[in-house]
């Protein structure tokens, strides 16, 4: 198998790019099991709520592996725009990270480069956030 029919389709980006509505919820309670069910019911993705909760590193995982082979793409709200936690919810499985913070667009730009395409290691990064104005942070 190659590494690209391992990787789940973003269905939620190809809606997007297409000028369509993608459906989807926020998930804020730390259960596996609701994170299972919610991705059975045909949501186009799914927002595990990390800013305003304390969920820790193993709960978001395995409520990342409970989304895990269904069409739901999993995207992570963390709590700040620093790399680590990008780095760790990709790293956990998340297909995209939402930042629910102003940043600066050249802040955005950084992070970015996190973007990683090689025969070992491929991770997309999906980010969603607003910027208002110039020179909000």
Known sequence: LTLL???QTNRTREKLNAGQAALGSFLGLGSPNLAE???QVGLD???IETEHNGLDSAEIEHMLMA???TDTVPIV???SHDA???QRALDMGAMGTFMPIRCQASILADLCQYLVVGAAR???LFVRMKICGR???
Do not use: A
């Open 5 to 7: 029919k391992l990787m």
């Open 37 to 39: 069910l919610m991705s």
């Open 45 to 47: 993705f799914l927002v």
């Open 67 to 69: 989304i895990k082979g």
């Open 77 to 79: 709200r963390i709590p």
């Open 84 to 86: 680590v936690y990008i």
């Open 122 to 124: 491929m991770l997309v």
């Open 135 to 137: 020179g909000d942070t």
